[in-house]
T-cell receptor, first 114, second 113 residues
Framework: QKEVEQDPGPLSVPEGAIVSLNCTYS??????FMWYRQYSRKGPELLMY??SSGNKEDGRFTAQVDKSSKYISLFIRDSQPSDSATYLC??????????????WGLGTSLAVNP | GAVVSQHPSWVICKSGTSVKIECRSL??????MFWYRQFPKQSLMLMAT?????????EQGVEKDKFLINHASLTLSTLTVTSAHPEDSSFYIC?????????FGPGTRLTVL
């Protein structure tokens, strides 16, 4: 079993739809959870960063962490064609200021159709 | 925001040659840099963790004599792929850690003929 599982998709939605992206994990030591967006042939860019359980909202993006279920989600409201990209979840056990080894999901390819 | 650059953005080389990729943090100092490799439709695979002034820590299965990492300053780390072979063709991405976050470079696409 992989430490982090993520459905690679592809996921195709119409413009304006609410998108739900998910990852599950097996290591209960993970405390830091990140969502990255990666456009084709580019490096990942950090979208959301959460510590422990709970919700975090930033504009059209909401990140949820449920540590009891070992399940994290990223919701995108009012999706736009410019949101079309691969979304990767990543998580780590160590905190800021230390060498943080990120464990990555496979990435979910999202296409938002105009 | 923090910017990380990589050079070159793409490179084509002949089998058996060596290729050097540079990773620079442009507006912050990074004591730790990470090197990743990403194959098509695959996730990022951490190759090694590089700390300024010390030897890099390689992940299991990554040959340290083939992938030479030098982190000579707080803003520069280099990855040299020695005696490259076609199976080394991949997308190589570095990241630099600053204020607890990892900031990623744009990646270098290596094609070995």
């Amino acid at each position: 079993q992989k430490e982090v599982e993520q459905d690679p998709g592809p996921l195709s939605v119409p413009e304006g739809a609410i998108v739900s992206l998910n990852c599950t994990y097996s290591n209960s030591a993970f405390q830091y959870f990140m969502w990255y967006r990666q456009y084709s042939r580019k490096g990942p860019e950090l979208l959301m960063y959460t510590y422990s359980s709970g919700n975090k909202e930033d504009g059209r993006f909401t990140a949820q962490v449920d540590k009891s279920s070992k399940y994290i989600s990223l919701f995108i409201r009012d999706s736009q064609p410019s949101d079309s990209a691969t979304y990767l979840c990543a998580m780590s056990a160590l905190g800021a200021g230390n060498n943080r080894k990120l464990i990555w999901g496979l990435g979910t390819s999202l296409a938002v159709n105009p | 925001g923090a910017v990380v650059s990589q050079h070159p953005s793409w490179v084509i080389c002949k089998s058996g040659t060596s290729v050097k990729i540079e990773c620079r943090s442009l507006d912050f100092q990074a004591t730790t840099m990470f090197w990743y490799r990403q194959f098509p439709k695959q996730s990022l695979m951490l190759m090694a963790t590089s700390n300024e002034g010390s030897k890099a820590t390689y992940e299991q299965g990554v040959e340290k004599d083939k992938f030479l990492i030098n982190h000579a300053s707080l803003t520069l780390s280099t990855l040299t792929v020695t005696s490259a072979h076609p199976e080394d063709s991949s997308f190589y991405i570095c990241s630099a850690e600053g204020t607890g976050e990892q900031f990623f470079g744009p990646g270098t696409r290596l094609t070995v003929l």
